[in-house]
């Protein structure tokens, strides 16, 4: 059973006595062809083709300037002419390369400023070859007209266009399909109500349906791999019973860095790690609780300014989100228990390679309860990795500077063993003192592109965000 647009490729091989067609032979609308090629190949019928040929374009018409010379000098009688006045013949950009021909072919002698020809007539092999080539398949041409194609088109009087020519052919199958002869009839690929009653379906042919039929292969809108890994992440973490909050990308070292007990000569407030910002360059902060954490800092740091806490800087990590979560609640709502997530850009000043990038995403999660200890942290992580598709976890002691006792969660990975992929741990009393809250409080945090990296086989980050249409498609 075939369809009456593949009956009638098959037909056009019959009448023509063909066993192979170019798409131009068929008399039928070249999609047509094009799409009942690929019916035809999954019925093992016909196989398509494609060829590249290259083909010479003259891209110039004009004279050769060293025969706008000779011309010029004919007309007017002349056998030489100053090479300062070839300004009165040629192009500027002409003038070069009208005396690298003339050396070249030697045409003419060049000295003292002169050009002095023997015979304005001379004949250019050049000249005859550019003629000839014009509208040639590369594979036809002599060895003494390729020799002169890169010559001709270093002076930009030809240039290759390419022509795609596709090929329908027969296999030996499809050879014995036509040796019978193929009817045309019509055929109803539609039931009306009309057709119905009338009883024409009786006669008519109806055509089958081929579910397995290959067709062109579509690409659908869809959300970016990232887009989507947050959201299959978001949807976990809502059905383990967190919610989500947020926070400001603009934020100040007191909440990205002094509430979380890091001292304020740390490091990772330098330059080489911290974006800060030159206007405004700083911003409010609650003075109630400043205070609370100055206590802190003074009796374990012996250090703490005001002014420095006051500094704005682009969030260095989504931290930030769970202790604003936690400084919000009020005294009744902090004797209840707490499940908290934050997904979000964060930034640092990091040089762009394989792994690194200056703003990525960042998850975040907090748990504060009455009871909770360490082993419910390894639980709850243990069984979001799970849900993640990480069958193999397991956990390893770590140091944080505001998480005390503190791990790490590493993944086994097929060909590529066990992996980092999240940090936790109880937030120190440090932390947690200046807000009031005397319950243990759960913490962790996941870099986002490196579980995308993951999850989507990738090797170098830069391919999350480089819009490479064939891999987003891919993926």
Known sequence: ??????????????????????????????????????WLEGKDLAKRTEKVKKRVKV???????????????????????????????????????????????NLAKIEKGKIIFNNLDY??????????????????????????????RKRKYVDIDEEKEILIELTDKGKEIIKE?????????????????????????????????????????????????????????????????????????????????????????????????????????????????????????????????????????TTASSIRYLASLSDEEKNKPHKVFCIDRVFRNEV??????????QCEGIIMDENVNFNHLIGVLKEFLNRLGFEKVRFRPAYFPFTEPSLEAEIYLEGKGWLEILGAGIFRKEVLEPLGIDKPVLAWGIGFSRLAMLKYNVKDIRVLHRNDLSWLRRV
């Open 1 to 38: 059973m075939f369809h009456i647009d593949e009956k009638r490729v098959l037909k056009e091989f019959q009448d023509k006595g063909k066993d192979i067609l170019k798409l131009e032979e068929f008399n039928l609308p070249k999609e047509k062809v094009l799409r009942v090629s690929l």
């Open 59 to 105: 891209i110039n018409k004009e004279p050769f300037p060293e025969r706008k010379i000779a011309n010029y000098l004919k007309e007017r009688n002349l056998k030489e002419i100053e090479i300062k006045n070839l300004k009165d013949v040629l192009k500027k950009d002409e003038i070069n390369a009208a005396l690298g021909a003339i050396k070249r072919k």
């Open 123 to 152: 004949k250019d092999e050049e000249e005859e070859i550019l003629k000839r080539i014009d509208g040639k398949y590369l594979d036809e041409l002599t060895e003494d007209e390729k020799k002169y194609l890169d010559i001709l």
């Open 181 to 317: 002869p193929i009817e045309i009839e019509e055929e109803i690929n539609q039931l009306t109500r009309d057709i119905i009653i009338s009883g024409k379906w009786k006669k008519a042919h109806i055509r089958e349906y081929n579910i397995t039929a290959p067709t062109k292969e579509v690409y659908p809108a869809k959300l970016h791999p990232i887009t989507r890994l947050i959201r299959e992440v978001k949807e976990i973490l809502i059905s383990m019973g967190f919610k989500e909050v947020k926070s400001p990308i603009v934020e100040s070292e007191f909440w990205n860095f002094d509430l979380l007990f890091e001292p304020q000569d740390h490091p990772a407030r330098e330059m080489q790690d911290t974006f800060f910002l030159k206007y405004p360059n700083v911003g409010e902060i609650p003075k109630n609780l400043v205070e609370k954490v100055k206590d802190v800092h003074l009796r374990c740091w012996r250090q703490f300014d005001e002014e420095i806490s006051k500094r704005l800087i682009l969030r260095t990590h």
């Open 352 to 361: 762009i390679d394989y792994k690194h990038l200056p703003e990525f995403y």
